[in-house]
């Protein structure tokens, strides 16, 4: 167990849709990540948030953002679905100070997009 | 955005066969990061190396900094250590970043 959870564990849209999925992180920690995983791939960094403000970002359209609220939770939104982005999303925090910090992964979201 | 490499794809052994996974990396960077993904999704950070070695059981870690190049050993392998190995590194090579991962490498560990 991370102590990262993400809600929820299995959704369906459709083409054109919109849809939020939810990050909780580990208590304290103050940078979340997330990431797209297609079927036989490796996962993809959509954007990372530190403090509230994002803080890099993949290759990933203006469609997908983010959030990042002060009590440890986030969101990932993604406007206007394609059949692409049918994935894994996980969502992983870390508490980023002088040196870089390990990376805790929740169990992800699956996203079906028909 | 930093490329890594990651090989092989797919990898099936005997138990008890000492196995090693080879990863690469284009941009220097500040931690190399090695994970597990069980099916069903879950990742799980087994190392996070920044140079020499690292040793968890019988799971060992290298990273050759001045080569961009790291790998990961297990010794007497085991059934249940079949999974999918990730190595990833930071997307841009500096410290508060995202992970850039490898495509994995699927092992089989048969008994």
């Known amino acids: 167990e991370t102590g990262v959870t993400q809600s929820p564990t299995h959704l369906i849209k459709t083409r054109g849709q919109q849809v939020t999925l939810r990050c909780s992180s580990q208590?304290?920690?103050?940078?979340v990540s997330w990431y797209q995983q297609a079927l036989g791939q490796g996962p993809q960094f959509i954007f990372q948030y530190y403090r509230e403000e994002e803080n890099g970002r993949g290759n990933f359209p203006p469609r997908f953002s983010g959030l990042q609220f002060p009590n440890y939770s986030s969101e990932l939104n993604v406007n206007a679905l394609e059949l692409d982005d049918s994935a894994l999303y996980l969502c992983?925090?870390?508490?980023?100070?002088?040196?870089?910090?390990?990376?805790?992964f929740g169990p992800g979201t699956r996203l079906t997009v028909l | 955005k930093n490329e890594v490499e990651q090989s092989p794809q797919n990898l099936t052994a005997q138990e008890g066969e000492f196995i090693t996974i080879n990863c690469s990396y284009s941009?220097?960077?500040?931690?190399l990061h090695w994970l597990q993904q069980h099916p069903g999704g879950g990742i799980v950070s087994l190392f996070m190396l920044s140079s020499g070695k690292k040793k968890h059981g019988r799971l060992i870690a290298t990273i050759n900094i001045q080569e961009k190049h790291s790998s990961l050993h297990i010794t007497a392998s085991h059934p249940r250590d079949s999974a999918v190995y990730i190595c990833a590194a930071p997307y841009s090579g500096g410290g508060a970043d995202g992970l850039t991962f490898g495509k994995g490498t699927h092992l089989i560990i048969q008994p």
């Open positions: 941009v220097g960077i500040s931690a």
């Open positions: 208590s304290g920690h103050n940078t």
């Open positions: 992983a925090s870390s508490l980023v100070g002088r040196t870089y910090n390990e990376q805790f």
